[in-house]
């Protein structure tokens, strides 16, 4: 009797569960494919060069802030214009003045 009641209520749930919709965050992006030619960057802002493989040349954990006005152009996320952002050596970008942890890392 348990075991039927408890298949009932999860079928019940699995049901209900599957009329609900979820959006993104940001909802309003749309996406174009189109075809172009792939044209090498020059006069690229590098960052930083890496000088070791262990310890301070190794760039682990860093973060670098690119200040207002270096994006040559106003990235628009959620709503909000940047021109500016903060990259990590582990694997993000981020916007706005609030830099991330260097202690951060995708796993």
């Given at each position: 009797?348990?075991?039927?009641?408890?298949?009932?209520?999860?079928?019940?749930?699995?049901?209900?569960?599957?009329?609900?919709?979820?959006?993104?965050?940001?909802?309003?992006?749309?996406?174009?494919?189109?075809?172009?030619?792939?044209?090498?960057?020059?006069?690229?802002?590098?960052?930083?060069?890496?000088?070791?493989?262990?310890?301070?040349?190794?760039?682990?954990?860093?973060?670098?802030?690119?200040?207002?006005?270096?994006?040559?152009?106003?990235?628009?996320?959620?709503?909000?214009?940047?021109?500016?952002?903060?990259?990590?050596?582990?694997?993000?970008?981020?916007?706005?003045?609030?830099?991330?942890?260097?202690?951060s890392s995708i796993s």
């Open positions: 009797m348990r075991k039927n009641l408890f298949k009932l209520i999860m079928t019940i749930l699995i049901i209900s569960g599957s009329h609900f919709v979820t959006y993104a965050q940001v909802s309003l992006y749309d996406f174009i494919q189109s075809n172009g030619t792939y044209t090498e960057l020059t006069g690229a802002t590098n960052l930083a060069t890496a000088t070791a493989t262990t310890g301070t040349g190794s760039l682990d954990d860093l973060n670098y802030t690119l200040a207002a006005g270096t994006i040559p152009f106003s990235f628009v996320y959620d709503g909000v214009s940047y021109t500016s952002c903060i990259v990590s050596t582990n694997g993000y970008i981020t916007f706005g003045a609030t830099a991330p942890t260097n202690t």
